[in-house]
């Protein structure tokens, strides 16, 4: 592919090839794996690219444009480095989420693309997602350049409505109900009977007899893909419905109505830095017994191993509260995750590491504060002056996808009567201190506009692009500077806080692995 000498307005668009991780973040499909959520940053930032770049999504070959097109301006991927394909003979440009204080540096055995920093400096420039990722890759040898540049929030964030004390939305969307006489009816109202052909103890020999019959080799190689697709997924949806029936607290509806004080946290179940655990805990020791109180989870991933946890997590505290738990378990689209932020009073997240949080950008664009632990990407964006921050401190983890799992770098462990605390805080602010939720309410908002709104991440992105691909700026516009604003500058915040909320927690955790340990290399 040729150079990308200039472009003036009007003119012929460059082609930008992009690759992402497979997830369709639109659609909902393959949620909950591994790298789902670079699918929700690749449709942001490819939002603000379409101006003006002509977008092409690809594998792991450079397409043969043809004589006739017009030459290749870069290659823009959205992966974690271990899986990038860097293509030859283009820019690469690569934009790693992460959220540790070091990364690999050194292979695992025949994979050279786990040693992080020697896959970091074959690209041409890394767009840093928050200061925390940038100064990660710094401190262990990365000498590509680095830009930082947030994660765009979609305008319906911050077009929400301020909350209300007295209103009440109603959501549309499939939901399990935890509490308050959830179990004693079914969603058409009546009281669920058993059946004797439910029951645990009854054969189920036609049952047994078409597994057989369909996981016969003879047979099986006759079904095809479309049949098998759908076979598989009804027999997750009645394994789901077989283990609902063990928790009778649980309700399943098909429209949830939202009002008074509601937390709302979005997560994957089997992300175990999430750290939802603490979250139900905190909930239930703390506001369950508030008739006024809500907490809504939202999964995501279809896995129902993740949907069971958290039922049984649920169901080893007291359901005698007048508070409620609602699991949202379907996909919900754009504009539904609006309607939801504008339901909300609160945002919580008690999060062991983050290299962005994109739903707690969102509902902080929205103008929805937070309780939320404050490090890693958080603290890039969110202070005292966006919510209530709850304590951490570092503790030992490995990388999420080492297979060794062996100790190498930190997270952050949740101060859990913090958490508590923080909740009950919340809660009090929004029924008797409506005043100081409005004032962090519209502080989140202000940050948000300052840092997240298109209209300023739009110009920064493209701006980098324009100046690695033709040395120039962005046709019509200058070149933006390396950073956005933080939460708020050092000398407009109250005495005795500063823009990370830690600083000497943070400062020990990046002290006591300045230099982490080595992966096993091919030489060993």
Request: glycine share 8%; net charge neutral.
């Amino acid at each position: 592919a040729g150079a990308v000498e200039s472009a003036t307005p009007g003119g012929p668009r460059p082609l930008l090839l992009t690759s992402g991780t497979g997830c369709d973040a639109e659609r909902g499909t393959k949620l909950g794996q591994a790298g789902y959520s670079y699918a929700f940053v690749a449709r942001q930032f490819t939002r603000l690219l379409e101006t003006e770049f002509d977008l092409r999504p690809v594998g792991g070959e450079v397409p043969d444009t043809g004589p006739s097109e017009r030459p290749i301006a870069a290659h823009l991927s959205f992966r974690p480095l271990h899986e990038v394909e860097l293509l030859p003979g283009v820019k690469n440009v690569v934009v790693p989420a992460w959220e540790f204080p070091s990364i690999p540096r050194a292979p695992w055995v025949t994979d050279p693309r786990q040693d992080w920093a020697r896959q970091a400096n074959g690209c041409d420039l890394l767009l840093q997602l928050c200061e925390f990722t940038r100064e990660s890759f710094a401190r262990c040898g990365v000498t590509t350049p680095m830009s930082v540049v947030p994660v765009p929030v979609a305008p319906g964030f911050f077009e929400t409505t301020d909350w209300q004390p007295d209103q009440a939305i109603t959501l549309e969307t499939p939901a399990l109900v935890v509490g308050r006489g959830a179990g004693c009816r079914s969603p058409g109202g009546a009281a669920p009977a058993p059946s004797a052909g439910n029951t645990s103890s009854s054969p189920d020999r036609g049952g047994s007899l078409i597994r057989r019959l369909y996981y016969h080799p003879r047979f099986r190689r006759h079904v095809p893909n479309w049949l098998e697709r759908g076979v598989k997924a009804g027999v997750r949806e009645a394994r789901r419905q077989r283990q609902l029936a063990r928790w009778p607290q649980v309700e399943r509806v098909d429209q949830v109505a939202l009002s008074g004080v509601v937390f709302t946290s979005v997560f994957n179940p089997l992300d175990r830095r999430k750290n939802w655990e603490d979250l139900l805990s905190a909930w239930y020791l703390t506001l369950a017994g508030r008739d006024d109180a809500t907490l809504v989870l939202k999964l995501v991933g279809d896995d129902p191993s993740g949907i069971d946890e958290v039922l049984a997590r649920c169901e080893s505290f007291d359901q005698g509260g007048a508070g409620r738990v609602i699991v949202l378990t379907g996909f919900l689209s754009e504009q539904q995750m609006f309607d939801l932020a504008r339901a909300t009073t609160w945002y919580v997240t008690p999060t062991r590491a983050e290299g962005a949080c994109l739903p707690l950008m969102q509902w902080l664009a929205a103008g929805r504060p937070a309780v939320a632990t404050c490090h890693t990407a958080i603290q890039d964006y969110f202070s005292p002056h966006e919510g209530l921050v709850v304590e951490s401190h570092p503790e030992p983890c490995p990388w999420p996808h080492d297979p060794s799992q062996i100790f190498r770098t930190t997270w952050q462990r949740t101060v859990w009567s913090s958490l508590a605390g923080q909740l009950d805080r919340a809660h009090q602010m929004a029924t008797r201190d409506l005043a100081q939720y409005q004032a962090v309410s519209q502080g989140a908002r202000e940050m948000s506009r300052r840092r997240h709104h298109p209209d300023v991440v739009g110009p920064l992105l493209r701006g980098h692009l324009w100046q690695l691909v033709t040395g120039q700026n962005s046709p019509g516009q200058t070149c933006p500077g390396q950073t956005c604003p933080g939460p708020m500058s050092p000398g407009t915040m109250s005495p005795g806080l500063t823009r990370n909320c830690f600083p000497p927690l943070r400062m020990i955790a990046y002290a006591t692995f300045e230099t982490p340990p080595m992966f096993l290399s091919t030489e060993s």
